[in-house]
């Protein structure tokens, strides 16, 4: 008896320390989702519904933040749990598997300076271009598949904008949640603008799971989809007026 005593005194802080154990979330900054304050802390629409899922489950999230591509290959390896914002494409799908319905909905955009911006009409006005984007990041087809463009891949969005107004691109591709939000900079304002062309698609916005480590993510899931059928995503983006409150 005095040895299952000792056993259980000797395990159970073990097993607590496991429950504890936070959930490791990879990401970079992608305003207005992931934002960083001046004390270095971050903040924005994936932070806050991070916290809303902490306080209705109890679990807790270790925010790491890495280049996008350092994030994906840390889900590959399975040394992180999780990423919000994440485009779902089958060959991320090998590696990740993603909750059942998306948290938020985008559109990719191309911008440009004013005058080239209104002469990138359709698709083949890209052609000859020098198009920023960021690597590893899922836009859609065909751009993504097109070895003919002159495509400039880079770590993150800041990097494009900078480039852009330096004339080191031509254009960039984004989604427009996230660049219009970036654009209400002042010192942005007017230099950048959407282009006249608008491809045909959506980007939904998910939050995705290494395939290595799933074992808390029903109960995530569950919590999302309360969340969704409550409205509080969409309430919550109302914070971030003006540009999430249109999408």
Known sequence: ???????????????????????????????????????????????DL???????????????????????????????????????????????????????????????????????????????????????SAYFQPFDADQALHKVGVSNEHQLLEMLVRGRIDALVGTDCQVDYSLLDPGLAGRIVKAAFQPGARTELYIGFSRKRLERMPELAAALESLLREGWIANAALRYQPVLAGH
């Open 1 to 47: 008896m005095r040895i299952w005593l000792l056993l259980l005194l000797v395990l159970a802080p073990l097993c607590r320390a496991e429950q504890v154990q936070p959930l490791r979330v990879m990401t970079d900054l992608w305003p207005p989702f992931r934002m960083d304050r001046e004390d270095g802390r971050l903040h924005g629409l994936d932070i």
């Open 50 to 136: 991070l916290d809303e899922l902490s306080r209705r489950t109890g679990m807790q999230f270790e925010v790491q933040r890495a280049p996008w591509a350092r994030g994906l290959a840390a889900l590959e390896q399975g040394t992180a749990d999780l990423m919000t914002g994440l485009a779902r494409t089958p060959e991320r799908e090998r590696y990740i598997r993603y909750l059942d319905t998306p948290y938020y909905t985008c559109s990719p955009r191309f911008y440009a300076n004013p005058a080239l911006a209104t002469r990138l009409n359709d698709y083949a006005s890209l052609r000859g271009l020098r198009i920023g984007y960021v690597l590893e």
